[in-house]
Nanobody, 125 residues
Framework: QVQLVESGGGLVQAGGSLRLSCAASGRSFSDYAMGWFRQAPGEEREFVAAVTRNRARTLYSDSVKGRFTISRDDAKNTVYLQMDSLKPEDTAVYFC??????????????????WGQGTQVTVFS
């Protein structure tokens, strides 16, 4: 029903920056809460950041707070994750997700209804 496509991942040196994008299909993007998760090899999928509809609230994991910024452009059906001061431990596949419950910043995988395929972020020192 909803397709999400991440882009912007790549290889970056520690201390550098990347900007991830997630483009959504459909006409209801502005109604969704949007989130970013990441998953490293052998690890569970981990919450990174979320933003509600109307950009009323944002939420970040403690590990990225102050370094990452989530934003959305409803006119472009796109959510972004600006990642600064990257660390090797940020290395993971990053996924965007959409929740039909647009008013909440969901921290858990079960809170989201649609998922992208992910984009690889690798940070080297």
């Amino acid at each position: 029903q909803v397709q999400l496509v991440e882009s912007g991942g790549g290889l970056v040196q520690a201390g550098g920056s990347l900007r991830l994008s997630c483009a959504a299909s459909g006409r209801s993007f502005s109604d969704y809460a949007m989130g970013w998760f990441r998953q490293a090899p052998g690890e569970e999928r981990e919450f990174v950041a979320a933003v509600t509809r109307n950009r009323a609230r944002t939420l970040y994991s403690d590990s990225v707070k102050g370094r990452f910024t989530i934003s959305r452009d409803d006119a472009k059906n796109t959510v972004y994750l600006q990642m600064d001061s990257l660390k090797p431990e940020d290395t993971a596949v990053y996924f965007c997700a959409a929740s039909l419950d647009g008013r909440s910043t969901h921290r858990v995988v079960i809170g989201y209804d649609y998922w992208g395929q992910g984009t690889q972020v690798t940070v080297f020192s």
